[in-house]
T-cell receptor, first 109, second 115 residues
Framework: KNEVEQSPQNLTAQEGEFITINCSYS?????LHWLQQHPGGGIVSLFM???GKKKHGRLIATINIQEKHSSLHITASHPRDSAVYIC???????????FGTGTSLTVIP | DAGITQSPRHKVTETGTPVTLRCHQT?????MYWYRQDPGHGLRLIHY???????DKGEVSDGYSVSRSKTEDFLLTLESATSSQTSVYFC??????????????FGEGSRLTVL
């Protein structure tokens, strides 16, 4: 069973486009995380949020707790945004994180 | 930067040999995790630790053991490596004490190939 589902699995965009990646989860959570992994690279935390919206530069993350859904938006996409974006959640109880399988984004110049 | 380093970063070994991966952190975070990452599966938890000598199994713990004799080091051991354990292994820590409140930080990953 997958506690966290992401869509789309793969995404190709032209430079400058507005991008949305979606994450749905089936468990009660205390926090949701968006992570970024460049090809062959490490994993970097972009956001941790439990309600509302957060913004860092061109990246915006939103969460709707009632609908158990989060979105990651990238405005004015750039080739350097090409990476795998991973959604993860922390449950109310327990000491673990649950991960989606990631969305592979390619931004073409 | 949560001061996490993994070693070795790359290792090639033969089936049946023991392998130990080390995760070292410099900031005394309580929770540490070992994950493996494989195509199509995302990150899967192998073991985690919530303090010195306090560890618990994750969803893919068979064939792996861990030890945490001091706060800064979390070791992952493959007692007898198999080809199915070829993977990229990531260590992670949860900042701010607990998973419910802490941001996740990852090491650089250790690529293990078992021939």
């Amino acid at each position: 069973k997958n506690e966290v589902e992401q869509s789309p699995q793969n995404l190709t965009a032209q430079e400058g486009e507005f991008i949305t990646i979606n994450c749905s989860y089936s468990v009660g959570i205390s926090a949701l995380h968006w992570l970024q992994q460049h090809p062959g690279g490490g994993i970097v935390s972009l956001f941790m949020l439990s309600s509302g919206k957060k913004k860092h530069g061109r990246l915006i993350a939103t969460i709707n707790i009632q609908e158990k859904h989060s979105s990651l938006h990238i405005t004015a996409s750039h080739p350097r945004d090409s990476a795998v974006y991973i959604c993860a959640v922390t449950g109310y109880t327990g000491n673990q994180f649950y991960f989606g399988t990631g969305t592979s984004l390619t931004v073409i110049p | 930067d949560a001061g996490i380093t993994q070693s070795p970063r790359h290792k090639v070994t033969e089936t049946g040999t023991p392998v130990t991966l080390r995760c070292h952190q410099t900031e005394n975070h309580r929770y540490m995790y070992w994950y493996r990452q494989d195509p199509g599966h995302g990150l899967r938890l192998i073991h985690y630790s919530y303090g010195v000598k306090d560890t618990d199994k994750g969803e893919v713990s068979d064939g792996y053991s861990v030890s945490r004799s001091k706060t800064e080091d979390f070791l992952l051991t493959l007692e007898s490596a198999t080809s199915s354990q070829t993977s990229v292994y990531f260590c992670a820590i949860s900042e701010n004490g607990t998973p419910n409140t802490g941001e996740l930080f990852f090491g650089e990953g250790s690529r293990l190939t078992v021939l």
